[in-house]
């Protein structure tokens, strides 16, 4: 992992760099997130979002009225569309911010070709429909080469973008000049960047990491306490570090930002969804009635079951007890206090 | 390291075993909580703390009144006293649970040689007369050999040990036989224990954790958020593994409970002393203020000079950017802002 800094005379030259034409796809807290970021240094940018009313409401009042609208936006900068095939048409980049489970859905929708695209995910978790992560699955389903596909990895909240706290992304591609030029678009006085070739091994974390972060959620639910949950994180690194190394086995620091830090920021978010689902869980909810009563699907639940069945596929066995214990749990309705009970045994 | 784990047989043996003669020094919370889990296993243990009102009360009502009085103790097992020498006197086992500002002058009232006894430290921090680690002051000043030296290693917040919460113990001791008999004393219904040979590893690690939790006080202070907080701790795990592999090169998981486990729960709990006063100094209180609002002095105040002035003694340099920014901060009244700012920037 490369840490990349523009120098002070290539900061003063900001106004000649040619950026890409950009399109965000996406209206939820991340993607409102990076259009903000990307406005910081693109004088123009193209935004598709379902919800013409939200739209509006930014070319209007500047602000996104469901997510994070604490963060205020240039809308003399964005061409908004409720038109995806408009934004993909006007563009040669294209940021993906949509939430994995409606994907699929969304690039249904597309009339254009994707495979001359340069295509960033941005998506945190899993495509539900192929189990796969988003770029495997944009390269088996859409024909785009690997060198065209780039993954924008946190460890961000968007919440904290909104505030321009300072935040560290990691900007992925098999092709690092491509890496280069979309972390010259997001690198800002509040984001720092680093780039890496890692894509399979980044977007695996940013999955996994949702499955921890419910694991940590039941542990609290289950009434175990912050030395606990220091013990499971520490396990859970582990655990990422060797799946990962099967998944895809190049030279990587498992405790880089975009792994570790990944993982830890979720891990020890109290506002998590996936540790919020864990925590009802924990608490004794049925998978069912914990969903219903968060009224959505936390990405730690499809990832849980696609993480489970691609490691069947491994032809080396990998160890993953966290992830086996929530898979139990999740699927097979083993009990909560008797698979952490097991689990705690087995970690060290 | 290795997994200590007592099979079902042995369980029920557990009357049978010869647990060694035990002494705990010191009357914090750590000392409690050490007494209490000691307890679980052993039918009678001595107990040296300097207040006789405190031992008075342990004997009378069965519990600290000054530290983690929700522990409750089984004073039918305990042999208070306030004068050390006659619990050293009574047993072959010590464990000194006594804060490192204070160990000293303890330990200077000590009429019996040391040598011969085999003594685990639960003391988290550097000796500040020494500038040294625990292990290394005792085999330094006391004549005591390493394979009679053994450490006692969380991730553990005492107080969760007297709500009697799952915790992990590490027991290092260069002699593994003693770190498996101090691993079957402390093991029970909420502790899960491991043994490891990296005493002087285990020791810099809890150590330098201090200094980083400090560090994630700092930026608390200075308004640094959550993702911040992500990236500084995956920045201090490669730190310390740098820092501990230069002053002991031996095969190591820094990942391990011991280690990454022990940082996390310390730089996450907003009650830790150290981070407390990190964050004072975020706001802008100088160090001496910061003290006297505190009425105490913060581990990672000590700990921040000794692996300061420590690493300028190895052979070969090491890259300790969170150390020197903290160390620049509190030794050299640099600006917390501007050094955190240069800091961020060297981070990845």
Avoid at 3 to 18: A, I, T
Avoid at 208 to 225: F, R, S, V
Avoid at 254 to 263: P, V
Wanted: charged share 25%; proline share 3%; glycine share 6%.
């Amino acid at each position: 992992m490369k840490k990349n800094k523009k120098d002070s005379k290539e900061q003063s030259k900001k106004k000649e760099v040619n950026y890409p034409n950009i399109a965000v796809l996406g209206g939820g807290s991340w993607a409102t997130a990076l259009v903000k970021i990307l406005s910081e240094n693109l004088d123009s940018l193209h935004w598709y979002m379902r919800s013409e009313s939200a739209a509006d409401h930014i070319r209007r009042y500047g602000n996104n009225p469901n997510y994070i609208s604490a963060a205020e936006l240039d809308p003399g900068k964005l061409q908004l569309t409720n038109d995806i095939n408009s934004a993909v048409a006007a563009c040669d980049w294209l940021i993906l911010a949509i939430p994995s489970a409606f994907l699929v859905q969304e690039l249904e929708k597309l009339q254009i070709p994707l495979k001359d695209k340069v295509l960033f995910s941005a998506v945190k978790g899993i495509v539900p429909e192929s189990g796969q992560i988003v770029g495997e699955h944009l390269h088996e389903h859409f024909d785009i080469p690997y060198e065209n596909i780039g993954v924008i990895a946190g460890p961000c909240h968007a919440e904290e973008v909104a505030l321009e706290r300072l935040s560290y992304l990691t900007l992925a591609c098999a092709d690092t000049d491509k890496a280069e030029i979309m972390s010259d678009c997001l690198q800002c006085d509040y984001i720092n960047t680093a780039v890496s070739k890692d894509i399979i091994g980044t977007e695996y974390a940013a999955m996994l990491k949702n499955i921890y972060a419910l694991a940590a959620g039941i542990a609290h639910g289950l009434g175990y306490g912050d030395n606990y949950q220091a013990v499971l994180m520490s396990n859970a690194i582990r655990e990422m570090k060797r799946y990962v190394k099967r998944r895809y086995n190049i030279d990587r620091n498992i405790n880089h930002s975009a792994y570790l830090g990944d993982l830890l920021v979720t891990g020890y978010s109290t506002f998590s969804r996936n540790r919020m689902f864990g925590n009802m869980i924990g608490k004794g909810y049925t998978v069912k009635s914990a969903m219903m009563e968060m009224n959505m699907v936390a990405e730690g639940y499809y990832a849980t079951r696609s993480a489970y069945e691609i490691k069947k596929s491994f032809t080396k066995k990998v160890k993953t007890p966290i992830i086996d214990a929530v898979y139990g749990i999740l699927y097979e309705k083993k009990n909560p206090r008797k698979e952490f009970a097991q689990l705690s045994e087995k970690m060290v």
